[in-house]
């Protein structure tokens, strides 16, 4: 269905979950890919494994010069025709827990770091690129625990509307992906328990009755980095069984 042929990407947060299932994705079909991350035995496995289809590069998302450190990578290998800017920490904190230990890097990592990475980018995009940012249903949901989180991303929104504007008469098209729960995702952070009861609040909450699986969070994602969607700029697409929907239903 995608033809990623001779083309390359750069993805961040690309050792794991859907950034590395996207990666594995775009190198099976053709394309090559600039895979960032913190783990380096994880990206050396990657580097091992498809070898000249990828590039690694260790880099955190926290760091002032994020960007500069990419674009130095990016201008060796070419143009990109598609840049997935998927880093982020996911933290749930109640107002009496944050603290500024907590505060900086969920802001750095989910806010100032995409913004700096588009910042140097930019000008290594070619005409016809695309941009998706990963985002959260969360700025939505209004749960309680999500303050903090829920305002990093709320304040990546406001930035994708405004790229979409400014790099639209270049060509570039800028989307996001909200994510609500994708089924099996929140297996590390909950024991089996807490797992099974988070689920069920979730699926009692929206229209479909189930979780998005993996496969379909990342088909959504291959769509607006391929040409397949060429008219597609400023969208928001909800990968989220509905809950967005249910939320503002209320």
Not at 70 to 79: N, Q, R, S
Not at 171 to 185: D, H, K, P, Q, W
């Amino acid at each position: 269905m995608y033809d990623f042929q001779g083309k390359l990407y750069l993805i961040t947060g690309a050792t794991s979950g859907l950034g590395l299932a996207t990666t594995e994705s775009i190198i099976n079909h053709g394309g090559k890919v600039i895979a960032t991350g913190r783990n380096v035995t994880k990206l050396k496995e990657l580097e091992e494994q498809y070898g000249s289809c990828i590039s690694v590069v260790e880099n955190d998302s926290r760091s002032p010069s994020t960007g500069v450190e990419l674009a130095v990578v990016v201008k060796e290998h070419g143009y990109l025709d598609g840049l997935w800017l998927n880093a982020s920490i996911d933290r749930h904190d109640t107002c009496d827990e944050i603290t500024e230990d907590i505060y900086k890097p969920v802001l750095s990592v989910n806010s100032r770091g995409p913004i700096l990475q588009v910042v140097a980018l930019s000008k290594y995009l070619k005409s016809d690129a695309s941009i998706l940012v990963s985002n959260s249903s969360s700025v939505y949901e209004e749960a309680a625990p999500t303050s903090l989180y829920s305002a990093s991303k709320g304040a990546l929104l406001t930035s994708i509307r405004v790229w979409a504007r400014e790099l639209g008469p270049k060509g570039v098209r800028v989307n996001a992906l909200f994510f609500g729960s994708i089924a099996t995702s929140p297996g590390s952070l909950f024991p089996e328990d807490a797992k099974l009861e988070f689920e069920r609040v979730v699926i009692n909450q929206v229209p479909l009755e189930r979780m998005a699986t993996a496969q379909e969070a990342e088909s959504a994602a291959l769509f607006l980095l391929s040409n397949q969607s060429s008219n597609i700029t400023g969208s928001y697409i909800p990968v989220d069984d509905g809950l967005i929907l249910s939320q503002q239903s209320i």
